[in-house]
């Protein structure tokens, strides 16, 4: 899957790096980091603009963060349900927005890159009714930075770089088994508690 998104780099650059950025933005599975990674190595060899790149990359990831900002201002119930289905308690849930609106601009986009929680924090934002103002700013700081910093990574390391996409690739795969199993143990000790308490 990987390789056939990168062969699609290649071929097409700019507007499949919007793409992909943009169903990152979304937090829907897409190996963006990696993606972005290849594409500064691109631009290092003169295939493709840096510039051209950032530009694609951040007004992707930016597109895809305002979408699931609409989608959880639209759907807040719908939203708060489905997590509290995957065990995500509402006073949890009423927690992690109150401290992304108390930090603000920052709370925003630097939740993007907690694991897990940065996939939520634009439906979270949307679903809190955050002001559109500051979430574009956060939503603009953040997407400068996800998609400058593997691009500038690629474009130094060269024909290097999938020594560090390696890398990312391990350290995702163990985000993914963590966040699993922490679902599971918070599943399993939710559905405990439920049968024992007293009918």
């Known amino acids: 899957m990987v390789e056939w998104i990168l062969g699609h780099v290649r071929t097409f650059?700019?507007?499949?790096?919007?793409l992909g950025l943009f169903i990152d933005g979304l937090g829907l599975p897409f190996p963006g980091q990696i993606a972005l990674l290849f594409a500064g190595f691109l631009a290092s060899r003169g295939d493709l603009h840096l510039a051209g790149i950032l530009l694609a990359?951040?007004?992707?990831?930016?597109?895809?963060?305002?979408?699931?900002?609409?989608?959880?201002?639209?759907?807040?119930?719908?939203?708060?349900r489905w997590l509290e289905r995957l065990g995500v308690a509402p006073e949890r849930l009423r927690r992690a927005q109150a401290a992304l609106a108390r930090w603000?601009?920052?709370?925003?986009?630097?939740?993007?890159?907690?694991?897990?929680?940065?996939?939520?924090?634009?439906?979270?934002?949307?679903?809190?009714?955050v002001r559109l103002l500051p979430f574009l700013v956060a939503a603009v700081l953040h997407g400068a930075a996800w998609v400058g910093?593997?691009?500038?990574?690629?474009?130094?390391?060269?024909?290097?770089?999938?020594?560090?996409?390696?890398w990312l690739g391990r350290a995702a795969e163990w985000v993914a088994v963590i966040a699993i199993l922490g679902w599971l143990l918070v599943w399993s000790l939710r559905t405990f508690r439920t049968h024992r308490e007293p009918a």
């Open 104 to 129: 603000g601009i920052w709370g925003y986009a630097l939740g993007h890159f907690v694991p897990t929680l940065g996939n939520v924090t634009p439906y979270l934002a949307g679903a809190g009714r």
């Open 13 to 18: 650059g700019y507007p499949v790096v919007a």
């Open 57 to 80: 990359g951040t007004v992707g990831i930016v597109a895809g963060t305002g979408s699931a900002y609409w989608l959880g201002r639209g759907q807040a119930s719908r939203l708060h």
């Open 149 to 166: 910093l593997p691009v500038a990574a690629g474009y130094v390391l060269g024909s290097r770089w999938p020594s560090v996409a390696a």
